[in-house]
């Protein structure tokens, strides 16, 4: 596995492997590091369609906001190159800011429209701006065939789906199913930030996921805000603080009798961390 800080030299070895290989397929895994088995699953994922697997480690400080945890985001490099020694990538790409970024504030922005102003975009306005950035300059810098996404991060995946075709990128995104820990609940990097006790309680968010599933399948559609709004009801009876709780069609918009792809999606404070989850339903 080769591990490079700057673009000229990823770059001189792709085009080593592309000189060597025609038609070489390369797959790029973007991560933000303090990495865990969701991650791997891309990696894994990855493996599968390309020849080349690259993995980019970045904590990109465009897609915070004021005030979010960028200085206190995990960084655990050592432990992620392990990790990804052991699953297999061929190359790590762990740029630094001023490398990615040599203007900054950078002059270019990414406008995502309305799918990056619901959900998330609520209380994270310039979240969506600052990852159609970074996702569109790793595009342009690694020229992958195919890029692996989480479906945790649900709405990312829309969008960035959204990127490569509006961008004519031309890639093949793949989205990855949410890998959970044996209660159910979604891995994700900020799980890091959950007390013992606060771990306890952060199933709870999976279930309801799956209890509102089960109640969708059954209900007219008549009753689908009823139930949301049961649902969101009984989490904040626990004492959590609900971002969303929101029931959306496969395109993120608000759903039509007509749809039969669904998902469910919410942010929810746990203590100080806001968990992401989400489920698909298929009616
Ligand atoms: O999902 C993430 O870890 C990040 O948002 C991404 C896609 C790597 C962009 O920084």
Do not use: W
Not at 145 to 169: H, M
């Amino acid at each position: 596995m080769k591990i490079f800080n700057t673009i000229a030299e990823l770059q001189s070895e792709l085009n080593s492997h592309r000189d060597e290989k025609i038609a070489l397929k390369v797959g790029l895994v973007p991560t933000m590091g303090n990495l865990h088995k969701g991650h791997i699953s891309l990696v894994n994922i990855a493996r599968q369609h390309a020849d080349i697997v690259v993995v980019s480690i970045f904590v990109n400080p465009t897609q915070f906001g004021v005030g979010e945890d960028f200085d206190s985001y995990p960084r655990t490099l050592d432990d992620d190159l392990a990790q990804l020694k052991t699953a297999g990538a061929d190359i790590v790409f762990a740029p630094s800011v001023n490398e990615m970024y040599p203007t900054y504030p950078p002059n270019v922005q990414v406008l995502s429209g309305g799918m990056a102003q619901i959900l998330c975009g609520k209380s994270r306005p310039t979240h969506f701006d600052g990852v159609g950035l970074v996702v569109g300059k790793l595009f342009n810098i690694v020229r992958p065939d195919v890029a692996i996404f989480g479906k945790k991060d649900y709405q990312q995946l829309a969008i960035i789906r959204q990127l490569n075709d509006e961008l004519n990128f031309g890639i093949k995104i793949i989205g990855a199913e949410i890998v959970r820990a044996d209660d159910g609940l979604a891995l994700s990097s900020r799980n890091g930030y959950l007390t013992p006790d606060k771990r306890a309680i952060a199933p709870v968010i999976n279930q309801t996921l799956q209890k509102i599933k089960a109640d969708i399948l059954t209900a007219d559609f008549e009753n689908y805000a009823n139930i949301m709004q049961k649902y969101h009801n009984d989490l904040t009876n626990l004492g959590l603080t609900v971002d969303y709780l929101e029931l959306y069609n496969d395109r993120l918009q608000a759903p039509t009798p007509d749809d039969k792809n669904l998902v469910v999606l919410t942010a929810v404070f746990v203590g100080k961390a806001r968990l992401l989850d989400n489920l698909e339903i298929t009616l």
